[in-house]
């Protein structure tokens, strides 16, 4: 039977890079992936196409799902319309838990890797992050660095130049709105927030 693969880091640590990467891999080999996004991911689309892209260019067309729609459907559609062999899912954390639970069903039929976050602005656990860590077969940290050189843990939001731990959960941007620091340059950074 194949697994359920969760590989999650902070911002800028590669993640949407490997799920191309995995994609590429797969398809050398002549196997058909279902590369799929949250819907409300919509950075880098051109209006028409979703894409996953990656900061250091990569870029491939995905398929999205909203948080009403089923990967097994998804599923079902890419088997009628010429196979899967493996269904990639970048931005995983948006996924509803009930979608990680399908997800997981697939495993029956595919191996299905999901990349994203583990937490977010606040340093807590994104919905479907945490449904794919009580399901997921293997977990995998993607590890980045935090500017004063030790490993970054947290997803610190901006606003205005101002380091914040409130707000909406779901705030898209990139590196104008996000950097990934460690815990320690993460409060210092909220201390000169409220500070300002």
């Known amino acids: 039977m194949s697994r359920l693969y969760f590989k999650y880091g902070t911002m800028g640590s590669s993640k949407s890079a490997q799920a191309l990467m995995c994609k590429f891999n797969y398809e050398q080999k002549g196997m058909k992936v279902l590369l799929v996004k949250p819907e409300l991911d919509n950075r880098g689309d051109d209006g028409e196409t979703p894409k996953v892209r990656s900061r250091i260019g990569l870029v491939a067309e995905c398929k999205t799902i909203s948080a009403e729609q089923s990967f097994v459907d998804l599923f079902d559609q890419a ?11 970048d931005e995983a954390q948006f996924c509803t838990p009930t979608q990680i639970d399908q997800l997981k069903q697939l495993t029956k039929h595919v191996p299905v890797l999901c990349y ?3 937490t977010d602005f606040r340093c807590k656990l994104f919905k479907g992050s945490k449904r794919l860590v009580e399901l997921a077969d293997s977990l995998q940290e993607i590890k980045s660095v935090c500017r004063c050189g030790r490993k970054s843990t947290v ?4 606003i205005n130049g101002r380091c914040v731990d409130d707000g909406p959960i779901v705030f898209i941007g990139g590196d104008e709105s996000y950097e990934n620091l460690c815990y320690w340059c993460w409060q210092e950074e909220l201390a000169k927030g409220k500070n300002k």
């Open 116 to 118: 994203g976050l583990m």
């Open 155 to 158: 997803n610190a939001r901006y």
């Open 79 to 89: 088997i009628a319309s010429g196979g899967c062999d493996c269904i990639i899912v």
